[in-house]
């Protein structure tokens, strides 16, 4: 199988156990998965980089896969997952190390970088740019004015709801919905329709991902169920409230943002203006920003060239 010459542990951090794929050795790579994968969504990328002489170190998130997953969303703040990530740098025995996250991923990696950045050397962040708390309004309320309550964010909010959605399905069809979004605009349901009944089952696999990867995706979202994973969004103005502190604050370290043209949030979000306007140039000061031609899972679409983009960003840190 993909992936069966890395190394598996279960690693006691910050008072769960986390599961842990490594390969190589050398400096520390961290690659942090989003919603909805595991750290199997990286095994490209872990071989690469072990092959170039670096230690590649793919968690499965708290909720995710075989580390364990709480169940209430107020466990899933920013703090918690920073400090899953603390704990497991510490259990490594590394001070520093290189961050790549994409997604949910990738906002664990710009908050691991802004509540520690002694811990960070840079981070290559993957679909999801930085994005400053806004004081006057919480993060649901204005997605729900912005889009309506069939935002997929919204529905995701009440306990079981999406869960029960889901579970109509079988897992492998499940993912093949929501890793192989093809939609223009943000994906809101037509009233009284569930975001999975909504999202269209691609009727032939693209070139870059195989049955087989679905396969192991879905094998462990069939064993875990998807709570853990909708906890993230679940958190999302309890992380608005808790994060005030750090009202204005900067990205400290180098940042490279990877993001793709057809990725819904990049076309029709404002991802594409953000990026490119001072605002962002404010909030993370030392970044580079590559746009490839891909949807929002690149480092599955464009595994070669995320890889390539991930070592020459160490490279010109090292």
Known sequence: MMGSDVNHQRVKT???WMHVADKGSGPLVLLLHGFPETWFSW????DFLAA????????DLRGFGDTDAPLSPSSYTWFHIVGDLIALLDHFSVHQAYVVGTDWGAAAAWHLSLLRPDRVKGIVALSVPFTPRFASVKPLESMKQKYGDDFYV???????????ALARYDCETVMKKLLLINKAEMVVAPPGTEIIDYLETPSAMPAWITEEEIKVLAGKFEE?????????????NLNWELMAAWQGSKIGV???LIVGTKDMGYRSGGTKEYIESSAFKSFVPDHEIVVLDAHHFIHLERAGQVSQEILSFILKLS
């Open 224 to 236: 875990s169920g998807f709570t853990g994973g909708f906890n993230y969004y679940r958190a999302l």
């Open 154 to 164: 919204c529905q995701f909010q009440e306990a079981g709801r999406a869960e029960r």
């Open 52 to 59: 170039h002489g670096y230690h590649a170190v793919a968690p």
């Open 43 to 46: 095994h490209r990328q872990i």
């Open 14 to 16: 910050n008072g769960i």
């Open 254 to 256: 180098p940042a490279k």
